[in-house]
């Protein structure tokens, strides 16, 4: 998959980084609906099949639960499983594998289960309420699995690289809005590589306010630390998580300490969303560090609306993010 374009895209990064592991290490196989011959719904896999052969690019019947318990059975055998859910919607049928089973196998003494389990996520493309799912709260309150997701080419090759290589199961979320975003494209090196699990990013260095996010609200964040700086001439750093769990808690510390204000900003609905557990961290540990108010920016507690107006007022906007960045500031 070589791109037309100077730079590689993040959905041409995870390809090249799941090529990458499957010519260097045998175990590693592909399996899902349609990765085969159709290349996968987003082209995340096509032309694997024809380079790697059918026995490590399985296409499957339609059944999640299926795909997640053959990928925890392989990787008990030794393999090292890619398992594909065509939209992360429906990981939700492999809900029961994934918490029950690969999350607690090391615990009881059964065997780690080192598998990825990866899909595309997110809103902001018509996909309405069926095909527009952010699951990171669904998993956060499991021990035992892990989750990533990339907002840079760089990372997206970095990231799926480090999960396949880790013993313990892996979900990739793959921002769908993201795959092929040209402001994203970027020059990645010819060398392997590896973004450790676990460690965030600065996005953007700023001193009088700090934007916690991850995935595509990361350049919502951006463009609005951008609108800030122009406009108030204050400067404001943007936390790109990358891990959701484990949660890089000394990089949320300290920014909250170099700033003394947070805005928390995620795509899924704010109740019961991830931007609780950052606000707890933070109240418990850098309560003392803030100057202002945490505020929360998400989506309505709503299915995501399939008629684009509705879909775009369930979304945090650019200038919801830049109004509570505005408030905050006034502190």
């Known amino acids: 998959m070589a791109s037309k374009k100077e730079g590689s895209t993040i959905l041409e990064a995870l390809h090249a980084g799941i090529r990458e592991a499957m010519t260097e290490d045998e175990r590693v196989f592909i399996i ?38 053959a990928a925890c059975g392989a990787a008990l055998m ?18 029961d594998i994934l918490t ?6 090391r615990y009881r003494g059964c065997g780690s289960i080192g598998a990825v389990f990866r899909g595309p996520c997110g809103s902001g493309v018509r996909g309405g309420p069926f095909h527009s799912l ?9 021990a035992g699995l892990k989750m990533v997701e990339p907002s840079t080419a760089y990372d997206a090759k970095g990231l ?3 999960a396949i290589d880790d013993p313990d199961p892996v979900l990739v979320f793959e921002h769908k809005k993201l795959y092929r975003m040209p402001r994203l494209r970027e020059n990645l090196p ?16 700023g001193e009088d306010l700090s934007i916690i996010t991850f995935g595509a609200q990361t350049l919502n964040a951006l463009d609005a630390a951008e ?15 990358r891990t959701l769990a484990p949660m890089d808690k000394e990089a949320i510390l300290a920014t909250v300490r170099k700033t003394n204000r947070v805005i928390i900003l995620h795509e899924a609905s704010i109740t019961g969303g991830i931007g609780g557990e950052i606000s707890a961290i933070i109240a418990e540990e850098a309560f003392e ?43």
Request: one cysteine or more; hydrophobic letters at 40%; glycine letters at 8%.
């Open 190 to 205: 010819d060398e392997a590589y590896r973004v450790e699990i676990g460690k965030a990013r600065v996005a953007r260095e």
């Open 227 to 241: 609108r800030i700086q122009e406009e108030d001439g204050r400067s404001v750093e943007v936390i790109d998580l």
């Open 134 to 142: 952010n699951a990171e709260a669904f998993f956060l309150n499991t």
């Open 289 to 331: 560090w803030l100057d202002a108010p945490v505020i929360r920016i998400a989506s309505i507690d709503s299915p995501v609306p399939f008629a684009p107006d509705l879909e775009d007022y369930y979304l945090p906007s650019l200038d919801e993010i830049v109004e509570g960045c505005r408030k905050v500031l006034k502190y």
């Open 100 to 105: 029950n089973y690969a999350a607690k196998s």
């Open 32 to 69: 899902g609906e349609d990765v085969g011959r159709y290349g996968g719904a987003f082209k995340v896999t096509e032309g694997l099949l024809d380079e790697f052969g059918k026995d490590r690019v399985v296409d499957t019947p339609i059944s999640e639960a299926a795909i997640a318990g």
């Open 160 to 162: 799926i690289r480090a």
């Open 78 to 95: 030794g393999m090292k499983p890619i398992a594909e859910f065509q939209f992360i919607d429906f990981i939700s049928n492999g809900f």
